[in-house]
T-cell receptor, first 113, second 114 residues
Framework: SQKIEQNSEALNIQEGKTATLTCNYT??????LQWYRQDPGRGPVFLLL?????KEKRKERLKVTFDTTLKQSLFHITASQPADSATYLC????????????FGRGTQLTVWP | NAGVTQTPKFRVLKTGQSMTLLCAQD?????MYWYRQDPGMGLRLIHY???????AKGEVPDGYNVSRLKKQNFLLGLESAAPSQTSVYFC?????????????FGQGTRLTVV
């Protein structure tokens, strides 16, 4: 079965620093890898998608990398702000049934002033 | 434009009771999904639908049934609730437009079975 691991349950960093979150997967290779943000009591919100043939994707202060050899994705938030505090979820779409996502447990990020 | 709306937001059931969770979307997406989220675990897929009149099992389908009679609605039923079904349930739709592949989630339904 598909297994997705996000390296830490919690990450605490100081405002202005870069937050780096890790997602590792085993078994099947994804067609897409996605990152979502989830705030307490809310549903996940899509942030970025990266395809299996892409190495890097950027959106404003966010950057995602994808290494299919290491079976790993890194998610970076540069110049982090307290408003970035949330749980970040990694999700894989194997492409066999679009939208059938396999989620990691998430990493809770806290950015302190 | 409400996106994905789940009803109800909260519910407490007694063991053995039944209920239906409603998911409604106004984005005209074909694909719809029901997930459950438990503490310390990732979202797990219960059932999904790739179009009106179709349903399929996900990772954890036991104890649940679904129906997709209309494209915009996806219903999740619990026939005989058990404490193990205490969870937060999320409905999602999936956009598969060119260059725009993402899931849209509802706000969740917090269900407690006592």
């Amino acid at each position: 079965s598909q297994k997705i691991e996000q390296n830490s349950e919690a990450l605490n960093i100081q405002e202005g620093k870069t937050a780096t979150l890790t997602c590792n997967y085993t078994n099947y290779s994804p067609a897409y890898l996605q990152w979502y943000r989830q705030d307490p009591g809310r549903g996940p919100v899509f942030l970025l998608l990266i395809r299996e043939n892409e190495k890097e994707k950027r959106k404003e202060r966010l950057k995602v990398t994808f290494d299919t050899t290491l079976k790993q994705s890194l998610f970076h938030i540069t110049a982090s702000q307290p408003a970035d505090s949330a749980t970040y979820l990694c999700a894989l779409d194997r492409g066999s049934t679009l939208g059938r996502l396999y989620f990691g447990r998430g990493t809770q990020l806290t950015v302190w002033p | 434009n409400a996106g994905v709306t789940q009803t109800p937001k909260f519910r407490v059931l007694k063991t053995g009771q039944s209920m239906t969770l409603l998911c409604a979307q106004d984005m005209n997406h074909e694909y719809m999904y029901w997930y459950r989220q438990d503490p310390g675990m990732g979202l797990r897929l219960i059932h999904y639908s790739v179009g009106e009149g179709t349903t399929a099992k996900g990772e954890v389908p036991d104890g649940y049934n679904v129906s997709r009679l209309k494209k915009q609605n996806f219903l999740l039923g619990l026939e005989s609730a058990a404490p193990s079904q205490t969870s937060v349930y999320f409905c999602a739709t999936y956009s598969t437009g060119l260059g725009n592949t993402e899931a849209f989630f509802g706000q969740g339904t917090r269900l407690t079975v006592v």
